[in-house]
């Protein structure tokens, strides 16, 4: 099998349940919960209206430009999939436009992550099915390949290994490594609950705010009187 042009099975899979539970909770949370050194990079932006991101990756490595691979992973994903697509970041040319999304709607797709361009922006929008990209463009993409599908990817330094979590909002996107689902969804509820409470105290007037003079005071912050 050739290194840089094939296809592979995904070996494991986050699960609908992990899926759901995490669908609540907002990604500047979860980042938090992973000392927040996980990104899949500030550009990578929403390309639809509203909507969260949820869902197992396939991972797809394509050449610049080129989405021969993004095709195959389309047909080749199953119903809750989010097909995400390192191609280098370059802007030259579209991953996919309107045709394309309407297939992946068909699917049961249900998103997209792209380290690339998309083009037919307003179908984006319409259709309204989850996507993120770095940018869009009128040129259209080619098709000849190479590319890998199922294989390990990095998104601006964030590995995604196939049928990892792959979570997203309005602030960015995020991936969860299968054997740290658990754990991260318990901090998770945790910060959240946290949140929760921190949210009461500041519109009853009651939260403490004593913190930010300590942390001032420990800076060695001249404050004059």
């Not at 259209?140 to 990095?154: M, R, S, W």
Request: hydrophobic content about 45%; aromatic content about 4%.
């Amino acid at each position: 099998m050739t290194v840089g042009n094939r296809i592979l099975k995904a070996a494991r899979k986050a699960s609908p349940e992990m899926i759901e539970a995490f669908r609540v909770l907002p990604v500047a949370n979860v980042s938090d919960c992973m000392a927040r050194v996980f990104a899949a990079g500030p550009t990578l932006r929403p390309m639809h209206t509203k909507g969260v991101l949820a869902g197992p990756a396939i991972t797809v490595r394509s050449r610049p430009g080129d989405n021969l691979m993004l095709h195959k992973a389309i047909d080749m994903a199953e119903p809750g999939d989010v097909v995400v697509v390192d191609a280098g970041g370059d802007l030259s040319n579209a991953l996919m436009g309107e045709l394309m999304l309407a297939h992946a709607v068909n699917r049961g797709v249900a998103g997209f992550v792209l380290n690339g361009a998309i083009r037919d922006l307003d179908a984006f929008r319409e259709v309204n099915l989850p996507t993120f990209a770095a940018g869009v463009t009128h040129r259209g993409p080619y098709k000849h390949g190479p590319g890998e599908i199922n294989v390990t990817i990095a998104l601006d330094g964030m590995t995604i290994q196939p049928g990892d979590l792959i979570l997203g909002d309005s602030d960015g996107v995020l991936a969860v490594a299968v054997e740290d689902l658990e754990t991260v969804l318990a901090e998770a509820h945790k910060k959240q609950a946290a949140e929760e409470k921190q949210m009461r105290a500041i519109r009853e007037r009651t939260n403490d705010r004593s913190w930010v003079d300590r942390a001032l005071e420990e800076s060695g912050c001249a404050i004059a009187g």
